[in-house]
């Protein structure tokens, strides 16, 4: 079924469902007005607005209605109401008062009511505090007028018989009469998806009114998942954005990319900002042109992320910014978009303390069946006989060293315990009209079920503080807001060895320890080297990172005038990493006779500041208004790392003490980044109905050599809301919301290596002759210059039925070109890279279908519904002199960047039993040609996304998301690395090979020695046999809760509180052949959590 | 369409500002992202401004051949000796998991890997070197700052090490590109250039370097030094008879074998446990590797002081060809040859040059990794005047060696029989040291005949490409001009 059908049908079914005419369900005797009203806006969702003082005049009512049309409910209540009328827009419900009861009557006022006089009022929130720079405009559009800071507003001339809008950003929007006295109203914050406030670049909007693709996910949306790290949870809930978890151990990386690979060979992590302060993507001193490189200890933990080090239950909201509208105002830096972290704030109102806190355990989510040793030793026999040979004197595990009736599973020993989760969280929050507060604490614990040797290791525990502080002076002009999140984390998980050996290990492989406890070396003769190395050997040393990370943020601002503000942001973060890893005697093979241990600390730090002051101002304009931002950003990160190889320590007890090593070997690194900016952005809001956004960014690099630091950025964004033109709210009254929204235009990516133009040269980590050398770095390279993207997107944005359903269709096209690459050349030149610009041009094209939809409301049922989809396709559309470049065997025009060339497997031979490859001549081969017979395999997703529902049922919520990619990846020959037959493990099915001509097998004969079946191996791991479908459908997390209902919690004295169970990872549909289809590598992907909690609000 | 035109006025106003704070921003804040070099490394400029650092780029090279565990290309099981001793009839590879014995044993090299990534063997690490002696090269043309002497002496080093580092790599692939400059530009797109013109480059700067390197063995900032790990003229004099040699100039081979052997500071050690030690009376040459705790690789990789051969790092040991090669009597074949037996009675032999295998820092390294030795210049003399027909010279030299070896003096007295004596003594004196063997069995033109062999019982199968390395991959596919070697 195609895309348009499938919504158009989604759409249909939930209409069917459900009608759009609101029903009542209402009885009692003698109520206010006022009671009523709220009871109808909690069952149907529509917002009141009135005067307080219309109440004065009026009756108390009975009612006994059910299942009443909202309109029918409203007209009884107002029957016996002389003086009073309603009117319904969109979902806001307005009470006015009757004019034709009036005129009549008073035929006097008539005449004063037509001179025109001036309309006074003042604008709050729900808390009574003033709103500054909120639109009140006639609803003809003639004048119009913001309030000022203390929120008042005036406009001139008016009569008594118009109609004012008042709007203000994340707001409901609300239309009142005009009347003679001073208006007092208080907005309501809009909980409406369109309406809800979305934060953008220096500033927020709603969808509603922005003309950028911007996708939100709330704090509710974090909360309900058990992850450590916040990128997890955005896992299938933004089009457009893939995060890859990259190992399920605690503390483990993540890939993120939004829209598609821009950059040949360059960075492509997103630009992520925590309360406005940019925060590294890559942990310090990693590369991020190469995640392996890094200087972090535990191999899985290489790539590791940064956002790790972020609390997400501090967080408020995540806004991931896509297309040019959004993100050109950070010029330089969002040409692979930007992800906004917000995180929460104290509000108005006496003190509330949330205590939230769960537990659970982990387990791995899919795993692979090995061969048991009966099975693994025939399966040597087997390849011995192939080879007509006999063991060698080092086939331990079938000449007789090793007792062959041993088995053990290595995996259910190394990986199949039960991890352990836990987190706990309390926030304490308040304020007042003038300062409000919020203190947040938690703490998190997770451990993964591997074999540990010594006490308090294996885990991964956060402790994190976060606080928030906002004031304003009394005459609300001043305003100053701080922020800070301090995490410290202390990890201890190391896992690589088994999530790799596990697979690999012999299962007749000696036992573990000896009968006294030691490490079992399994030794011919005592006193000589091991026939093997003992996996527990690295359990007795220890390794373990501390990362404590401060983000902190300022941000002062003062109205200069009406409309007007200064405001100046100051941001800080430092994150600083002491790693220790320690081999003590105790874990090496006593027949290696070493003496001594070793050591390995390293220290990262990063710490970086930015200072962004700005000038906002917002007036009218004719019948609209504008909106006027112009700012500077100056921005300085430094990072930097020390690592030092200690050895020669006098005993394993002092191996963490580095001052007793015999001897060191130190090596550091330390980098420096600065960058500046001038932006501004102009945008101009017609009747909310035509929208304008022009954004200008002129940026500054440090990256980049003399003369080539400076570089323009800019974008065009226009929207038209076309239902709020008449001809179409009268010709089509079922939709409640059109947009049609366009943008164009630049971004940057400067994501190379600091000091990339100059050769380096860099002292060498040895000694020669007494003196150290220094040797070249790099290549001199002054021509290194931005990389531009250039990025079009087009949508279309409907709400249905009062917004009941809403689709959002993005399309978009980015293009990068003067491609920043780190080119491969040959090592002739002495390096085997270089970082340059690239003439090539490189497309990104998509579409993004969003479908939210409430499915059914009533007052004790309601199911609410999300789908997302993205198509996305990667291209190269030029590459000027592409067959004497260095790609030009490894990009096609036409093709993907990600391409990859492998040989095409054609089965296994049924004579020789080996594997053979299709060849350019013709036939097949078992040793391919990799510039002849080499062909094109995508691994880029075709299209990905997620389905979330969420039902509540009286005090019952459920919540569940699926997540869902179609990509082809790596398959189990990723995770198995000797030619099967040789002394290594293998899964399964394996089994299922050649053993005799006339044999149609998928596996080649086993064999344990170089001759044909050798090098055919060589080959089948860069031929398409390796690689195969890895898409999947995740049942990504449940969550259920169930919250106590308001008479009992009175008893208990408590304002909420709910008890919940959370799932995560809990069911993946896959044909994926190997362990996880995400990870696709030896480790299990994503862990499967289950927890259980409670969240109280005192 | 209305409303937009409306609202261009106020743009045009708001450009105006934006373009004052732009200009601002330029005048006055260009220096904020102007940034000094980073404080842990200087640049290319600052290097060659004074003696200390640009000796310690010529310093680096030395280091990157001898201290680096991982990639030695001068001692251990990275090494041209290792690696192209499995490859040849000198060592049997007992480690099935190693994967660069699995493919140099069996000849079974090739320039992708089991993974799909590039093979690259020594070729960048040789090339990497050659850049930094080309940047040396350039960056002392244009200095001011390092006094002439300096300049002189790291002029020749670097000249003597990249002719030393183009002779392994003609040696290994046959014809590759000749990279003198610093431009990747220039180097990334160069064909490959016929062994003959490599060749007149090594010589070419071997001169040079003689010219400019003193008699003494100095230290990197000229004071006179005792250890001999940086080349001297008679390092360049000794290395250049061994490429007259390899070139077929007999008569320039042989006047530069006599001027080293004439050198009095050198003389042949009697005692055979002192040629490589690095006080040894016979180097001309040493790498000093300075990894601690170690003294060679050779001694840790090679030395079975654990156990039979199996893995890391006792993975090989010597070929029974090998052993068998030796005359009964050679005190090489006593002193260079370790034996191990195990529970089987099976014995193991390993080369025992380099006698010390254990770890232990808290002692000083008393053997340093041997490049160029005397020994070697009275072979290179002796085949150089069995070309020239001179038999009795010829003679004369083998019985040095021979006698040294307590052996009886050679039999062979024409000119074929006396080149079969030498390359027999080149293979007991010169085993595992800088894949001599190999490169012999190639001269002499005897390597299709000996791997044709020795190939098969090694599980593999031998073709004559196999005389020369495969290309990598990487550089296949960065440059376009770059062809591979045919078989691969």
């Known amino acids: 079924m195609n895309i348009t059908g499938f919504l158009l049908l989604a759409a249909c079914l939930h209409v069917s469902a459900r009608g759009y005419t609101q029903k009542v369900t209402l009885s009692g005797k003698d109520m206010p007005l006022e009671k009523v009203f709220n009871i109808i806006e909690r069952q149907t969702g529509y917002a009141f607005f009135y005067d307080f003082d219309i109440f004065k005049d009026t009756h108390k009512v009975t009612l006994n209605v059910k299942d009443m049309n909202l309109d029918e409910v409203l007209k009884a209540c107002l029957r016996d109401q002389p003086l009073l009328d309603f009117r319904i827009t969109n979902t806001t419900i307005s009470i006015i008062r009757k004019k034709t009861t009036v005129a009549p009557a008073q035929p006097t006022i008539v005449n004063r009511d037509k001179d025109p006089f001036d309309f006074r009022g003042t604008v709050t929130d729900e808390n009574g505090q003033p709103l500054s720079g909120a639109t009140v405009k006639l609803k003809n559009g003639k004048v119009a007028a913001i309030t ?300 993964m079920g591997v074999p540990k040797l010594l006490p308090g290791v294996g885990a991964d525990q956060k402790a994190s503080a976060h606080f928030n502080i906002n004031s304003s002076s009394s005459d609300k002009k001043f305003k100053l807001a701080l922020t800070g999140s301090y995490v410290a984390d202390r990890n201890t998980v190391q896992t690589a060895n088994f999530s790799s050996l596990r697979l690999t290990l012999a299962p007749d492989a000696p036992a573990l320890f000896n009968p006294d406890g030691s490490l079992n070396w399994a030794p011919l003769t005592p006193g000589v080297r091991g026939t093997w190395n003992n996996p527990y050997a690295t359990l007795l040393g220890r390794c373990k990172g501390n990362t404590s990370n401060l983000v902190g943020n300022l941000t002062l601002s003062y109205i200069l005038l009406k409309g007007l503000e200064l405001r100046t942001t100051l941001g800080y973060s430092n994150s600083q990493t002491d790693e220790l890893a320690t081999a003590p005697v105790s874990s090496l093979d006593p027949g290696l006779h070493v003496t001594t241990g070793i050591s390995q600390f390293n220290t990262l730090n990063n710490h970086s500041w930015i200072v962004e002051p700005q000038l906002d101002y917002k007036m009218e304009l004719g019948k609209g208004t504008i909106t006027a931002l112009i700012g500077g950003s100056f921005h300085q990160a430094n990072n930097s790392y020390n690592r030092v190889f200690a050895s020669g320590f006098l005993s394993d007890a002092l191996l963490e003490d580095i001052a007793s090593a015999g001897s060191l070997s130190p090596s550091s690194s330390s980098t420096q980044y600065r960058y500046e900016a001038v932006f501004g952005r102009l945008s101009y809001n017609l009747q909310d109905k035509y929208l304008l956004n022009l954004t200008a960014r002129r ?267 179609k990509q082809q990846g790596q398959n189990q020959f990723a995770a198995f690395g000797l030619m099967p037959g040789m002394m290594d493990n293998l899964p399964e099915d394996a089994l299922n090979r050649w053993q005799s001509p006339g044999d149609k097998k998928p596996y080649q004969q086993f064999s344990q020695t170089s001759g044909k079946a050798s090098t055919a191996f060589r080959f089948v791991k860069g031929s398409d046999y390796a690689y195969g479908d890895a898409s999947f459908i995740r049942l990504k997390n449940v969550a259920i809760s169930w919250e106590l209902p308001k008479n009992w919690l009175k008893k208990i004295s408590l304002q909420t509180c709910r008890f919940y169970v959370q799932g995560q990872n809990l069911l993946t549909i896959t044909n994926y052949k190997g362990i996880d289809p995400e990870s696709q590598g030896y480790g299990g992907g994503p862990l499967r959590v289950w927890t259980a909690g409670f969240h109280v609000t005192l | 369409m209305l409303s937009l035109i409306t609202i261009s006025r106020p743009y045009k106003t708001n450009c105006g500002l934006l373009g004052l704070l732009i200009i601002f921003c330029q005048a006055g804040c260009t220096k904020f992202v102007q940034l000094d070099p980073p404080t842990s490394a200087i640049t290319g400029k ?182 001999k790990i940086r080349p001297n003229k008679s390092a360049a004099t000794a290395f250049l008879a061994r490429v007259y040699l390899y070139t077929g100039d007999w008569a320039n081979a042989e006047t530069s074998a006599s001027a080293v052997i004439g050198n009095t500071k050198l003389t042949l050690e009697t005692n055979f446990n002192n040629v490589f030690l690095k006080s040894s009376k016979e180097a001309i040459w040493q790498l000093e590797s300075n990894y601690v705790g170690y003294n060679t690789f050779d001694g840790l990789y090679y030395v079975l002081s654990y156990g039979a051969p199996g893995y890391d790092p006792s993975s090989v040991a010597l070929s029974p060809d090998l052993v068998n090669a030796f005359e009964a009597g050679d005190k090489r074949r006593t002193n260079w040859i370790g034996e191990y037996t195990d529970d089987n009675i099976t014995y193991y032999y390993y080369p025992y040059k380099y006698k010390i295998s254990d770890y232990d820092e808290t002692v000083s390294p008393t053997e340093y990794v041997m490049v160029l030795r005397l020994a070697e210049q009275y072979l290179i003399r002796a085949e150089a005047r069995a070309q020239q027909d001179n038999v009795s010279g010829a003679q004369g030299d083998i019985n040095t060696i021979r006698t040294r070896a307590g052996l009886v003096n050679t039999s062979a007295s024409d000119k074929a029989s006396l080149l079969a004596a030498i390359f027999n003594e080149r293979r007991t004196e010169l085993f595992t040291e800088w894949g001599h063997r190999w490169f012999d069995l190639k001269r002499s033109s005897n390597l299709n005949a000996v791997m044709s062999i020795v190939t098969p019982q090694k599980g593999g199968s031998w073709s004559p490409n196999w005389a020369v390395l495969p290309i990598p991959l990487s550089d296949l596919k960065a440059n376009p001009n770059l062809t591979q070697n045919s078989g691969y």
């Open chain 1, 148 to 447: 000022d800071e203390r929120g008042d507003f005036k406009l001139k001339n008016i009569n008594e018989d118009e109609v004012v809008e008042i709007s203000y950003t994340g707001y409901i929007l609300v239309e009142l009469p005009v009347k003679k006295e001073a208006l007092r109203v208080s907005l309501k914050r809009a909980t409406n998806k369109l309406d809800e406030v979305q934060v953008i670049a220096y500033g927020t909007s709603t969808q509603r009114l922005s003309t950028g693709n911007i996708s939100k996910v709330t704090s509710k949306e974090i909360e309900e998942q058990p992850v450590p790290n916040p990128l997890a949870a955005l896992q299938g809930r933004v089009p457009g954005l893939i995060v890859t978890q990259t190992t399920g151990a605690p503390g483990g990386g993540f890939k993120v990319q939004i829209r598609g690979k821009n950059s040949i060979s360059n960075g492509t992590d997103p630009y992520y900002v925590i309360d406005g302060v940019p925060y590294n993507s890559q942990i310090a001193g990693i590369p991020t042109n190469d995640q392996n490189a890094g200087p972090l200890l535990n191999p899985e933990l290489k790539g590791g992320s940064p956002l790790n080090f972020i609390n997400p239950y501090d967080i408020e909201s995540i806004e991931v910014l896509k297309d040019a509208d959004a993100t050109a105002i950070y010029g330089s830096r969002a040409a692979n978009g930007a992800i906004l972290i917000t995180t929460k704030k104290g509000k108005i109102g006496s003190m509330r303390i949330d205590l939230n806190a769960y537990t659970g355990i982990t387990s791995l989510a899919r795993d692979i069946k090995l061969l048991n040793t009966q099975q693994y030793l025939a399966m040597r026999h087997e390849a011995f006989n192939n080879d007509k040979r006999k063991p060698g004197p080092a086939d331990y595990d079938i000449n007789g060293v090793w007792d062959t009736t041993r088995y053990t599973d290595w995996s259910k020993i190394f990986l199949h315990d039960a991890g352990h989760y836990s987190d706990a969280q309390a926030n304490v929050s308040g304020g007042n009209a003038n300062t409000q507060y919020l203190i947040g604490v938690g703490y998190y614990r997770q451990d």
């Open chain 1, 699 to 965: 940026d500054g690099s440090s990256r980049f050599g003399p003369g080539r630091q400076f570089a323009n950025f800019g974008a065009v964004g226009a929207g038209w809301i076309f239902t709020r033109e008449n001809f179409i709210q009268k010709s089509l009254p079922f939709l409640s919301f059109g947009k049609i929204r366009a943008s164009y235009g630049t971004t940057g990516n400067d994501q190379i290596a600091d000091y990339g133009f100059l050769d380096l040269y860099t002292p060498t980590s040895f000694v020669y002759q007494g003196n150290r050398g220094v040797y070249p770095q790099n290549l001199f390279n002054p021509d290194l210059a931005w990389e531009t993207t250039k990025k079009l997107e087009g949508a279309l944005e409907l709400g249905f039925f009062k917004d009941r359903i809403l689709i959002q269709a993005s399309f978009y096209r980015n293009r990068s070109g003067n491609e920043l690459v780190r080119t491969p050349i040959s090592a002739v030149t002495g390096f085997a890279v270089i970082q340059s610009n690239l003439p090539a041009l490189v497309q990104n094209s998509g579409k993004e279908f969003v479908l939210n939809t409430i499915n059914i409301k009533t007052t004790k049922f309601s199911w609410s519904s999300s789908f997302n989809l993205t198509i996305a396709r990667n291209k190269l559309v030029a590459f000027p002199n592409l067959a004497n470049s260095s790609y030009s065997t490894s990009l096609i025009i036409g093709q993907p960047i990600s391409i990859l060339k492998v040989y095409h497997f054609k089965g296994v031979n049924d004579t020789t039993g080996v594997y053979q490859f299709a060849s350019a001549k013709g036939g097949n081969t078992y040793s391919p040609d990799y510039y002849k017979d080499a062909i094109p395999l995508d691994l880029t997703p075709k299209f990905y996304g997620g389905f979330l529902n969420s039902f509540t049922y009286k005090g019952f919520n459920l919540d569940f998301a699926f997540q869902f990619v």
């Open chain 2, 46 to 227: 600052i290097v060659f401004d004074n003696n200390t650092s640009a000796a310690a780029a010529m310093t680096s090279i030395y280091g990157n051949i001898a201290s680096d565990i991982d990639y030695s290309i001068a001692h251990g099981k990275t090494s041209i000796g290792y690696l192209m001793g499995l490859a040849a009839d000198e060592l049997t590879n007992y480690d099935p998991t190693n994967q660069l014995n699995v493919q140099f044993y069996p000849n079974a090299l090739s320039s992708i890997s089991s993974n799909g990534k590039s093979n690259n063997y020594f070729w960048p690490l040789l090339y990497n070197q050659i850049y930094i002696t080309n940047s040396i090269l350039a960056g002392l043309t244009n200095s001011k700052g390092v006094s002439a002497s300096i300049k002189s002496q790291i002029t020749g080093e670097a000249k003597f090490m990249r002719a030393f580092l183009y002779f392994y790599l003609v040696n290994l692939y046959g014809d590759v590109p000749l990279a003198t400059g610093t431009d990747y530009r220039v180097n990334n797109l160069l064909h490959r250039s016929p062994s003959a013109e490599i060749y007149k480059q090594i010589i070419a700067d071997l001169k040079d370097a003689q010219a400019q390197l003193s008699d003494d063995f100095l230290d990197a900032f000229g004071a006179k030094a005792t250890e």
